[in-house]
């Protein structure tokens, strides 16, 4: 599956990022820490857009509510190394080592459980470290290149990671039918681990990240999704016990 148009437009949001890009472990990435010490870290991961500070905003909204949180470039700042329309792009193959490198030395430095919220591509590579029970919660927002059922049954038979997926109406790369899917495969109950879908009416993939906060349904459904912090607060994530406001 290729990405599709709206993953690569998008609205730049207002706000002066806070964090900083650093390497860690020859990768790039932009952190924001809020609590310096703290055990647990929260991974950020997209698409192509991370020139866009709407990412770098994010990260800095997950620090605001407690969080270690770091986004790993795997898209060389302003430059699309592949073509994101070609469904037999190189890219994944490529980014994983990388995101492999970066948790390997985050480990290092003392960090003893990972939380993933992917947007678009993002949410594939969500997937990926849960299939491998690396990481101890999943939010994957509008994900891109996952394939339906497949993905959806190795998630269940293979992890025990409590999966949050934020969906909406209009997303090719993962649409109502896979929705529906996932909801009878996970839902009620069935998947023990622990599973919600959100689904924000009238929003169209990327509306988490780069949606045109102008209209007020793709308002509500960024502010919803961003809500996922509550997941992880519920799966033992944060320190404060409740979202900041």
Known sequence: MSFCEDCIKGVKHDGTPEGKWETINGVECYQKDKLPNAQVRPLIFSNVLYTNPSIQLLVDGFAKNGFKTV??????????????????????????????????????????????????????????????????????????????????????STSHVPLLLNTCTVNEQFPLPAQSQADVLFGEGKFTPGYKREYFDGCTHGFAVRGDLSIPQVKAGKEGAFKAVEWLYKYGFGPEGKASK
């Open 71 to 156: 986004a790993p470039d795997f898209f060389e700042k302003d430059r699309v190394p592949f073509d994101p329309f070609d469904s037999e792009s190189p890219r994944t193959p490529i980014a994983r080592p990388l995101l492999d490198k970066v948790i390997a030395a985050l480990k290092g430095q003392g960090v003893t459980a990972f939380a993933a919220t992917g947007y678009c591509y993002g949410g594939r590579l969500v997937f990926d470290l849960a299939f491998e029970n690396i990481t101890s919660a999943s939010i994957a927002n509008h994900p891109s290149h996952l394939k339906s059922p497949d993905d959806l049954e190795k998630y269940f």
